[in-house]
């Protein structure tokens, strides 16, 4: 099974390209929806959390804003809700690979928006990195319900910048050309991917090939 990692900053149109994936048959594994699973009630960072965090616990599960709250008073809570959330994350995406390869799944995308913040980059064997220009990506972010500068910029502060992301990735798809553009740059990496002398894993894009 290849498993490839999708990542991509805030407006990028990473969610849209996952789907675009799945259209192509692979299954997609999702760390925004592996969080809501462990906040939700009886997840398993229920009561991690509401011990590193009094209050923010409402009739059994995370109530997100509480837990904004009690994260934009203290500078060192966001490492420490890292410490509680990234190891339950991890260890059910182990256990969702796993379940893949038994069914002999080709293809799986780990749909990871902090993939490079977090390591995941190195349990994947390629990475895919969704970008568009700054001018569009702005556009798209600050057009959502409720969202101002400020918090656009401190989004993008917790994230590692686009041209990084960029230098790192094997793939790069630029979903600033409309959908269809983005469709063909996702079924050019499927194709790749899935041909029998695609080689693997990929050296690291910062390091020379073997």
Not at 34 to 39: D, I, P, T
Not at 131 to 136: F, K, L, N, W
Not at 172 to 195: F, N, P
Request: proline share 6%.
């Amino acid at each position: 099974m290849i498993v490839l990692g999708l990542t991509g900053s805030i407006g990028m149109g990473k969610s849209t390209t996952a789907r675009m994936f799945a259209d192509e048959g692979a299954v997609i594994w999702n760390a925004d929806q592996a969080v809501h699973e462990l906040y939700a009630e009886g997840g398993a960072a229920v009561a991690p959390i509401g011990e590193a965090f009094p209050g923010v616990v409402v009739d059994g599960a995370v109530d997100r804003s509480r837990l904004a709250e009690a994260l934009g008073r203290d500078e060192t809570a966001f490492r420490r809700l890292e410490t509680i959330v990234h190891p339950l994350v991890a260890a059910g995406r182990l256990d969702d690979l796993e379940a893949a390869r038994r069914r002999g799944v080709a293809l799986a995308v780990l749909d990871i928006p902090l993939l490079f913040e977090t390591g995941g980059d190195r349990a994947v064997d390629a990475v895919v990195v969704v970008t568009a220009d700054p001018e569009v990506q702005a556009d798209r972010v600050l057009a959502r319900p409720g969202m101002t500068r400020e918090r656009f910029e401190a989004i993008l502060a917790r994230q590692t910048p686009d041209a990084e992301k960029r230098r790192r990735a094997h793939f790069i798809i630029d979903t600033g050309g409309g959908l269809e553009a983005a469709r063909a740059q996702v079924r050019r990496i499927v194709h790749t991917v899935l041909s029998p002398d695609w080689g693997r894993p990929l050296p690291k894009p910062d390091e020379p090939p073997h």
